[in-house]
């Protein structure tokens, strides 16, 4: 269980296809541009999962494909950022490794020549995987495991991408449902009493522990499965099918997911039961939620900004097209019983930074309106996203103007100042460092 003290503290203050989002910069010329602050284009990742509409009008872009899942800023390998500099464009990835500087001291002590975190948008449309991420120290050990196994990292077999770990919080766009770590072993068991099919499961549970009893419900055969699951799909198609199931009832995402995802009732996925064993969470926009390495979760519907440390280390359990590794996720899997820690709004007129339990990132919400000037200085390489509205972001001899989808690298060691054009806000990325930020009306 987290403390809700660890995430919330007030002040003032995603191998796949990618996709640029070029940058249309009105008043700066690229020739002018210096260190300090840069235009971003992040890259988009099209999964299956993902919607057709959200991202498109986000980022103000003509749609080109079918499913729009992810929106990345960073400077992970397998996708990384672009930076518009005075010599054209450059990778973050590359411009960090020639000028490592721009990083900040204390984000190099800890972490290396490396931008330990990665911000995303995302737009989910079909519920994703069963998943978990795993420690710093797993990581290192399954990509090395992995790597002398030969095994391509563009493999689709391949569980480790990276030697990093991968926790991670969000924070809702919309009205956004999710799975969340083991639910106490009481509401498991009152779950499971409630539907008959379920009732032996019941049985078996009350005299086993958590990690045991996942493990032989992820291992279980198709007839087990069929036995458990179709009388309840049976029994609750017809009230899905006139919308007459709660959203807060687990047999409605049973139902969903096996029509979203076309399962068939000859080959039953052994996460459907997750639904039975897992937090259900509905976050309201601006509500959100911390992964720990290990606590499985999926993403069921809504948007969210996610912002997590840079890794694209995903262990599946389920629910997926993707590679799915049982053993993998059972030996690292957190059969904690947790009660979740929402994490609450940000306030409507103050900057604000939700802090984490790990030094990886921080993530700030900055909320400006027309006229209002915010300044601060960073110790760290910053990454800035306009969530609403219009923005200047100035620095020494440098201005952007910034719509909603428009992103800015700031170099640590920046004293940079936001001026509110049009109501809205950002957020900007980085470590957990106590800002000062300083606003007052133009």
């Not at 200047?392 to 989808?405: D, I, N, P, S």
């Not at 170099?411 to 054009?421: I, K, L, P, S």
């Amino acid at each position: 269980m987290y403390k809700k003290s660890l995430y919330i503290a007030t002040v003032k203050r995603k191998n796949m296809l990618k996709c640029c989002i070029y940058f249309r910069q009105s008043n700066a010329k690229r020739e002018h541009m210096m260190a300090g602050i840069y235009p971003l284009n992040g890259s988009l990742q099209y999964y299956a999962w993902g919607g057709n509409q959200y991202l498109p009008n986000f980022l103000h872009i003509i749609k080109t494909q079918a499913h729009y899942a992810e929106y990345w800023l960073g400077a992970h390998p397998s996708a990384p950022s672009q930076l518009i500099t005075a010599n054209g464009e450059l990778s973050l990835l590359d411009f960090l490794q020639q000028n490592p500087t721009a990083l900040g001291s204390q984000s190099r002590q800890l972490f290396g020549d490396n931008l330990p975190y990665l911000l995303k948008i995302l737009d989910v449309a079909n519920p994703l995987s069963i998943q978990l991420h795993p420690t710093k120290e797993q990581a290192e050990i399954g990509f090395a495991q992995e790597n002398a196994a030969g095994i391509p990292l563009i493999d689709p077999k391949r569980t480790y991408k990276d030697d990093n770990h991968k926790p991670e919080m969000m924070i809702a766009l919309s009205d956004f449902w999710l799975l969340h770590g083991f639910k106490t072993k009481a509401k498991i068991l009152d779950t499971l009493r409630q539907r008959p099919s379920l009732a032996e499961l019941a049985t078996k549970l009350a005299s086993q522990n958590l990690a045991d009893f996942y493990a032989d419900i992820m291992l279980a055969t198709q007839d087990q499965l069929a036995q458990w699951l179709l009388p309840i799909i049976d029994a609750q198609q017809k009230a899905y099918e006139q919308n007459q199931l709660a959203m807060q009832n687990p047999d409605y995402w049973v139902l969903y997911t096996l029509h979203a995802m076309q399962i068939s009732r000859d080959k039953l996925d052994a996460g459907l039961m997750s639904f039975y064993l897992f937090n259900l969470v509905n976050l309201q926009v601006g509500e959100g939620i911390f992964q720990a390495a290990g606590v499985p979760h999926a993403y069921l519907r809504g948007q969210n900004i996610e912002l997590m440390a840079c890794s694209d280390n995903v262990i599946r359990g389920g629910l997926t097209p993707k590679h799915v590794d049982i053993e993998q996720l059972l030996k690292i899997i957190d059969c904690s019983e947790i009660v979740p820690q929402i994490i609450a709004p940000a306030p409507q007129n103050q900057v604000y930074t939700y802090l984490t339990p790990i030094a990886d990132f921080a993530l700030s919400n900055m909320p400006y309106a027309k006229n209002t000037e915010i300044s601060d200085r960073t110790l760290n390489g910053t990454i800035l996203l306009v969530m609403a509205g219009e923005m200047t972001l100035e620095a020494t001899q440098q201005k952007l103007t910034l719509k909603q989808g428009q992103a800015a690298f700031i170099e640590a060691g920046t004293d940079y100042r936001v001026h509110g054009m049009q109501e809205g806000y950002a957020v900007l990325a980085g470590l957990p460092i106590q800002h000062r930020f300083y606003e007052r009306n133009t």
